[in-house]
């Protein structure tokens, strides 16, 4: 068996090639594309374009949510009406058909046809092992198994899993393409049926169908016993972290002191199984029809992608677990969007300073809206104070300057509420620079809907501070360089309408022109 | 056997005792006090106080961070020399001592003796039935078991399961008073030993065993694997709610149909159990060493409990799942708190309306505070939103008030930020109101440090609207008579400093009175 990838310099992935297009195949298909890869997809199903089209349309309004970083311009989906056609021109080939190992093994002989050799080949498999799915294979060095979780484009967790032939460094590569995708890569260094996360739930599962079965409770309450309890636990530390802390200063080794002899009580049904009949899908089935019946598939898979999205920026805000990895995926896109905030194609040079710039855009989250439906008013402010972080970082006040000790400081804001906005509405930003002088800068943005209508101006007085000292101070020279340069570029721009108002003032001044935008506007 | 509870009227519970101040009885205190109730400890170890210490510290920590609203004065504690001095008070009594049946039976015995005949005696235990911890009671009709998580102050659920001779009534009656804690208790219908909780984890527990003294994986992955995958979706949907999903369209019975079969397939070490040894405990204890050990367990617990916090309240902004019953909680308090928003006892006609009202009191959340470690500047705005909607309710423009389709809507703000706050700083809103009448109210809000000082001002035009229409109309007369009432009460104030600037006026007016508040001014 020849070797062909031998190296861990990551490959570069364009084009991803997508066998099987059931829910972990779509998954898959939306996580790529939503990062901007082209994926032909091979599904022999009729209507596989159709069944997958909820999950992509999950996915699109996930990553709305998920960050508020611009995102690259999604990629091209093809549907082919073959194998050869899906896999001939992509680098990386992921398998996700039914769980048979004679149908895995025959597709990844029709895969090897046509594909080029050094396509990476991924079995998306929850419990077959590697080893045996590689066994016939023409060059299986290049085949893993990457077991992906529901839903594939918003959970982090990937297990890479290599066979006895897969060639050293691919597992290196996959981490490096899967972390690019904003997912966590974890290597189960044994390959095992089932592997590891699956046997975790298989453990669950059985013991829950015995806790049914024996009417010791019911499913919604089963549910409700592990989502206000442990699930809480589990969505920030493991098993073995959280009973750590139960142990106290002592540690695990006092844990296991106190909790090791259970293991031989007779607490548990683990040691027999339930007999699968149809009495028991009677019961399970009708009692999670009582609990969730309500509610139809579509309507909970929004539901739970909201959750998720709430629960990683959550997470975010604490700096761990799936928080860190979503903010080291948002900070890569903040990094490449800095570039692209013009809407250009990617080079900063075209961005025209002569002109208000165009410094954020995004849709309005969920749990930006309040009691009165639309944007709450703390949130205006909020899209210009990242109006604001974008211009500092097109002069320069990046987060390598203000670890250097400088920084922007707001002093004073007036903002004009002239129009609502509601959830998931596209927004973007037009910023002007007023003045830009010693350790001063004095911004003017405009919030804009996506249809061009002007929601509400913000403008602002900003102070430039030492944050080793709290005090005013010039900021450095390239970053008044280039803030210099903006500012004679714009010095030709007409004063917009509204700067230099005081609260009260509208009452006289702003009714005439603002009467035909403003809902909220006195006619009396 | 008597019965002494009824009824299942719920019984008013001021003092609480609980025996056994371990991880657990401390997390039960610490849920108590924050909740207001005095509570008296026994335990029989001397260093008890002090071993409790950090768990009240902990929970005072997350509680500061879990809620925004006014919480209750915190209760007394205090520590008992007997169980008899604990007991002879209290109309709750919690037992939280180690897991051993006649060392729980004989401590029923000594509380039978003193305690009130109607005080509901509550077993804390994760695994011994209730009809054996009552089976030699004098009055066992009232005892039950509440088995709570670890944090007990943080985490909702709490099992609750009654033996063969608890009283009927005795579930509404514990139910009842837990949903008054903010947890969300769960009837276990029928006891069995270790309940439902802990045969989920007893089995994730065992295969976690398993896949560590096999090699598979190491602790620190198995974690990973949970807290970025399955960890996330337990948060919010448990076992059968999510499998439901997984099964599509066709929902549980699909899923039953498709993974039923696995339950024989030979992809588990459940069927036996991992030997208990010292060879076990060194592979367990070193991994978790060498994944954990460099945090202490007191910061390990912080990161635990901000990121419980920050999960409630994502899945609040969802209106989902724990955050269900974050939102119930807080809107008791926020109920309550109106009332005592003034400083007050209780009663509103205590505010003194003739001077700037204290509109809203927190300290700041970890996740207002942004890469400058300061409270980020939206949050300003929205402290000056949220003293906007505590004055709305003081003036009759409450939930109920909007449900009928009238509200306040912001037309244009002037805020003026003259010194930093940083994370858990506690700060007040003091708020004037300049003007009221036909459609408009302009108010003047000050931020306050906890201190005194002033660290920025909000002055705000708001025009009352029509919900349905969006444009402005009158307030209800009701609603117009409190404010005229108010702006007569408040006429003589004098203008606050700051009123009526524009930016920019700022650089000319501002500095001689604020130089010495504003870290950010300039100084040249």
Same mark, same amino acid.
């Given at each position: 068996m020849s070797s062909v990838v031998e190296t861990k310099t990551p490959i570069a992935v364009n084009t991803a090639a997508c066998i099987g297009g059931g829910v972990i195949g779509a998954g898959w298909v939306a996580r790529l594309i939503e990062n901007g890869l082209s994926v032909r997809v091979y599904d022999p199903m009729p209507d596989a374009a159709a069944r997958m089209q909820p999950v992509l349309d999950n996915a699109d309004r996930a990553y709305a949510k998920l960050t508020m970083a611009q995102r690259p311009k999604k990629g091209e989906l093809v549907f082919c009406a073959s194998i050869e056609a899906a896999v001939s021109s992509a680098q990386w080939i992921i398998e996700s058909v039914p769980e048979r190992l004679a149908l895995k093994q025959s597709i990844y002989a029709e895969i090897e046809e046509h594909a080029a050799v050094d396509a990476i080949i991924v079995s998306s498999t929850s419990g077959i092992m590697p080893s045996d799915l590689q066994a016939q294979m023409q060059h299986p060095g290049r085949l893993i198994v990457a077991h992906p979780f529901n839903p594939v484009y918003l959970l982090p967790v990937v297990e890479l899993v290599a066979g006895k032939l897969t060639d050293a460094g691919i597992i290196d590569t996959a981490r490096t393409f899967y972390s690019s995708l904003g997912m966590k890569p974890i290597h189960v260094k044994r390959e095992i049926e089932a592997f590891v996360a699956d046997r975790l739930l298989e453990a669950i599962w059985r013991e829950s169908l015995w806790l049914i079965k024996d009417g010791i409770t019911t499913t919604e309450d089963l549910d409700d016993i592990v989502r206000f309890g442990f699930g809480l636990r589990y969505a920030q530390m493991g098993v073995f972290e959280t009973y750590r802390i139960a142990g106290g200063e002592?540690?695990?080794? !006092?844990? &296991?002191?106190?909790?090791?002899?259970?293991?031989?009580?007779?607490?548990?049904?683990?040691?027999?199984?339930?007999?699968?009949?149809?009495?028991?899908?009677?019961?399970?089935?009708?009692?999670?029809?009582?609990?969730?019946?309500?509610?139809?598939?579509?309507?909970?898979?929004?539901?739970?992608?909201?959750?998720?999205?709430?629960?990683?920026?959550? %997470?975010?805000?604490?700096?761990?677990?799936?928080?860190?990895?979503?903010?080291?995926?948002?900070?890569? /896109?903040?990094?490449?969007?800095?570039?692209?905030?013009?809407?250009?194609?990617?080079?900063?040079?075209?961005?025209?300073?002569?002109?208000?710039?165009?410094?954020?855009?995004?849709?309005?989250?969920?749990?930006?809206?309040?009691?009165?439906?639309?944007?709450?008013?703390?949130?205006? %402010?909020?899209?210009?104070?990242?109006?604001?972080?974008?211009?500092?970082?097109?002069?320069?006040?990046?987060?390598?300057?203000?670890?250097?000790?400088?920084?922007?400081?707001?002093?004073?804001?007036?903002?004009?509420? &002239?129009?609502?906005?509601?959830?998931?509405?596209?927004?973007?930003? /037009?910023?002007?620079?007023?003045?830009?002088?010693?350790?001063?800068?004095?911004?003017? !943005?405009?919030? !804009?809907?996506?249809?061009?209508?002007?929601?509400?101006?913000?403008? !602002?007085?900003?102070?430039?501070?030492? %944050?080793?000292?709290?005090?005013?101070?010039?900021?450095?020279?390239?970053?008044?360089?280039? &803030?210099?340069?903006?500012?004679?570029?714009?010095?030709? &721009?007409? %004063?917009?309408?509204?700067?230099?108002?005081?609260?009260?003032?509208?009452?006289?001044?702003?009714?005439v022109v603002e009467q035909t935008q403003n809902p909220t506007e006195d006619n009396s």
């Open positions: 002592a540690g695990m080794r !006092h844990f &296991l002191e106190q909790f090791g002899p259970c293991l031989t009580w007779p607490w548990t049904k683990l040691m027999d199984v339930p007999e699968y009949n149809e009495e028991l899908v009677e019961l399970i089935a009708g009692q999670s029809d009582q609990q969730s019946g309500h509610r139809g598939i579509r309507e909970l898979e929004r539901i739970r992608d909201d959750n998720l999205v709430a629960i990683q920026q959550a %997470l975010k805000a604490n700096n761990w677990g799936a928080g860190v990895i979503l903010a080291d995926y948002e900070k890569k /896109l903040f990094d490449a969007g800095a570039a692209v905030a013009n809407g250009g194609t990617g080079a900063e040079s075209e961005i025209d300073y002569s002109q208000p710039i165009r410094t954020t855009e995004r849709r309005i989250p969920p749990d930006w809206t309040d009691y009165n439906n639309h944007m709450n008013e703390a949130r205006y %402010l909020q899209c210009f104070g990242d109006a604001t972080d974008a211009f500092m970082r097109m002069i320069g006040c990046d987060a390598e300057y203000m670890a250097s000790g400088g920084s922007f400081f707001t002093a004073e804001t007036h903002i004009r509420h &002239l129009d609502e906005v509601r959830v998931n509405e596209p927004v973007y930003t /037009l910023t002007q620079v007023l003045m830009g002088e010693g350790k001063k800068m004095q911004l003017f !943005h405009g919030l !804009h809907h996506g249809d061009g209508r002007l929601l509400a101006t913000g403008e !602002h007085m900003l102070i430039h501070v030492s %944050l080793e000292t709290r005090a005013a101070c010039v900021p450095g020279a390239a970053v008044a360089q280039e &803030l210099a340069r903006i500012v004679a570029l714009q010095a030709s &721009l007409p %004063l917009p309408e509204g700067v230099g108002r005081a609260v009260g003032q509208v009452r006289v001044q702003a009714r």
